[in-house]
């Protein structure tokens, strides 16, 4: 099993930078691929971004695609979401995922707790 740890979200403004950090430990981070999704308030989780074991492989959301970027250090057993170009509609819960599966494609089963971006306009 692991545990996954998110952190680095705030507010920001509109056409402003985050980078969110996801930790993970008690479990063999490289075997998983990893994901972020985000909620936000009254609608359904989404995805956002997912990079293989390897960290080879990269996927995004439309919606976001050539503004985040999603990278992992394996040897920090960690995976980061650099948010470039903020839009409002950015503002969510954000949420790492892991996948035993080893896919991008399979099932996450871990999640971390959170952490809230918020993008004023």
């Known amino acids: 099993q692991v545990q996954l740890a998110e ?3 705030g507010l920001v403004q509109v056409g402003g930078s985050l980078r969110l950090s996801c930790a993970a430990s008690g479990g ?3 075997i998983y691929a990893m ?3 985000r909620q936000a308030p009254g ?3 989404e995805f956002v971004a ?3 074991r390897s960290g080879i492989s990269t996927y995004y959301a439309d919606s ?3 503004r985040f970027t999603i990278s992992r250090d394996n040897a920090k057993n960690t995976v980061y979401l650099q948010m470039n170009s903020l839009k409002p509609e950015d503002t969510a819960v954000y949420y790492c995922a892991a996948a ?3 896919s991008v494609r399979s099932r996450y089963d871990y ?3 959170g952490t809230q971006v918020t993008v004023s306009s």
């Open 43 to 45: 609608m359904e989780r």
């Open 100 to 102: 035993p599966g080893g």
């Open 50 to 52: 997912a990079i293989s």
């Open 35 to 37: 994901g972020w999704f």
């Open 111 to 113: 999640w971390g707790q």
């Open 64 to 66: 976001i695609k050539g």
């Open 7 to 9: 952190s680095g979200g």
């Open 28 to 30: 063999t981070f490289s």
